[in-house]
């Protein structure tokens, strides 16, 4: 049985707290890309942030904030332009990188304000899935894997991501194991577990992955190894380097 600290420490992956910040070191999947029109943004929640993808000119998939730095309108209703995505609302134009590029020409020049924006994570697309990196610094290496297309599912569950792994550790704690603080294989299945909230997270199920050039650790005791983990990563932040 674990305490309400340690419940805690598990559950809460917003920004800055101590989990949020383990699973921002990874990249993370974010939709299938099967997901994302060339027309239309698909709107993402991960870790409490709530995301909008969409693709540029070239078809590249780019992640910015859900609301518009202007007056906070919602860019789902934006328009997809090669250059980037557009509010519909006052017309700003946003980069790949959620910079602005164009705005309103009625607005007097002190209110212009060319160095807001909004936020925007880099993001990549391999073997089906748009895979985005929240964290600072350098992403790693993102772990290979071979799917064919078609192979992976993407669920929305409504209990949280550790509800999953628990579940998994007593059904197979024998062949499972940790790759990843949310992505965990048991026999052929590779299970990434993306919290959304504290009460629900999307859960991408594939086969075929390989994963050789991450170090895996037994799902037995799957929630000591988290918040060990968890803990790990937070007395790495603070010590002196
Ligand atoms: S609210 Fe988006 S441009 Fe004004």
Redesign the pocket.
């Known amino acids: 049985m674990i305490t309400e600290e340690e419940n805690n420490l598990l559950m809460c992956t917003g920004k800055g707290t101590l989990c949020g910040d383990l699973m921002r070191r990874y990249w993370q999947p974010a939709a299938l890309s099967e997901e994302l029109a060339a027309d239309k943004p698909f709107a993402v929640q991960l870790f409490g942030e709530e995301l909008v993808l969409f693709r540029d000119g070239t078809g590249t998939a780019a992640m910015i904030g859900r609301y518009?730095?202007?007056?906070?309108?919602d860019?789902m209703y934006g328009r997809v332009e090669p250059d980037g995505l557009r509010?519909?609302?006052?017309?700003?134009l946003f980069d790949t990188c959620g910079q602005v590029l164009l705005?309103?020409d009625w607005l007097p020049e002190k209110e212009r304000r060319w160095d807001v924006g909004q936020p925007s994570y880099p993001v990549v697309e391999n073997g089906g899935v748009i895979y985005a990196f929240m964290g600072a610094g350098a992403a790693p290496e993102l772990p290979g894997h071979s799917a064919p297309q078609g192979e992976i599912k993407r669920l929305a569950r409504e209990h949280s991501y550790w509800q999953g792994i628990v579940g998994l550790n007593e059904a197979a704690p024998a062949d499972g194991q940790f790759f990843l603080p949310n992505l965990v294989r048991t026999g052929a299945f590779n299970r990434w577990l993306v919290p959304v909230d504290d009460k629900s997270h999307t859960e991408f199920l594939f086969h075929g992955v390989d994963l050789v050039q991450l170090a895996g650790a037994p799902l037995n005791n799957a929630g000591e190894h988290l918040l060990s983990a968890i803990r790990d990563n937070a007395s790495a932040a603070t010590s002196p380097s």
């Open positions: 518009c730095a202007h007056q906070g309108v860019m509010c519909l609302y006052h017309g700003w705005r309103g």
